[in-house]
C-alpha cells in the first residue's frame, strides 16, 4: 500500500500537468508555466501520439519568418494536386488563378490570397490561411485553408460523352453525322467538313 506522500506527491503532479499550477499542501501557487485557454486546448487535442506527429510535420513544413511559398507548391502541399509537376503544369496551363490573376509557378502565396484551380469539371476556391512548403497529411491540410468551393454538379447533371447501348455496335454514317452535330452545339465541332481534295 503507498505512503501518504506518495499519495500527495502525484496528487501534486496531476494538478501541475492539468492547471499549470502547484497546488500542495508546501506549494507556494505560483504558476508553472504560461498557462492559457488556447494551450490548454491545444494540449487536450494533442494528445494523440499520431495528431502530435501530424502537427510536428505541419510545423517543420512552414517556412521561417513568415516567408512566401509559391503557389505550384502550396498547391501540392495542400493536396489539390497530386504531383508539384501537376501543380506547375495546371499554372502553365491558366487553370490557376491568384486574387483573379492568372499566374506563372513561380508566383509567391501569401496568407488570405485567393486561389481559384480549375480542375476536371470543377472550380476549386480556396482561401490561404498558413503556408506550408511540404506535403502533409490530408487533416492537417485542412487546415491550411479555407474552402469556399461551389459544391461539385451531380453526376446526372454531366452528360456521358459517346455513349452506345451495349451491342448496338459499329456506329452508321446517320448517327456518327447526329453525334458530330450534338458536338458542335456543345462547342466541341469543327463546323461542316471540307472536301478533300488534292
Known amino acids: 500500500m503507498p505512503s501518504e ?12 500537468e492539468k492547471t499549470g499550477t502547484t497546488a500542495g ?7 508553472a508555466g504560461p498557462a492559457t485557454a488556447e ?3 491545444a494540449e487536450s487535442q494533442t494528445a494523440d501520439p499520431k495528431i502530435v506527429a501530424a502537427v510536428a510535420a505541419a510545423e517543420a513544413a512552414v517556412p521561417q519568418n513568415g516567408e512566401p511559398v ?3 507548391s502550396w498547391i501540392w ?11 506547375a503544369a ?3 496551363g491558366g487553370h490557376v488563378r491568384v486574387n483573379g490573376q492568372n499566374v506563372k509557378p513561380s508566383h509567391l502565396l501569401r496568407v488570405g490570397d485567393e486561389v481559384r484551380l480549375r480542375q476536371e469539371h470543377r472550380e476549386r476556391v480556396v482561401v490561404v490561411k498558413r503556408l506550408i512548403r511540404k506535403r502533409v497529411g490530408a487533416p492537417v491540410a485542412a487546415q491550411c485553408f479555407v474552402d469556399n468551393s461551389p459544391p461539385p454538379p451531380p453526376r ?6 459517346g455513349v452506345r447501348d451495349r451491342g448496338a ?6 448517327d456518327r453525322r447526329e453525334l458530330e452535330r450534338l458536338r458542335g452545339l456543345m462547342g466541341g465541332g469543327s463546323g461542316p467538313a471540307q472536301p478533300r481534295g488534292r
Open 5 to 16: 506522500d506518495t499519495v500527495e506527491t502525484q496528487e501534486t503532479e496531476d494538478t501541475v
Open 25 to 31: 499542501p508546501d506549494a507556494a501557487r505560483e504558476p
Open 39 to 41: 494551450s490548454q486546448t
Open 70 to 72: 509559391r503557389v505550384d
Open 77 to 87: 502541399a495542400v493536396r489539390l494536386v497530386k504531383t508539384r509537376s501537376a501543380g
Open 90 to 92: 495546371a499554372c502553365k
Open 156 to 161: 446526372e447533371a454531366v452528360a456521358p460523352a
Open 169 to 174: 455496335g459499329r456506329p452508321t454514317k446517320r
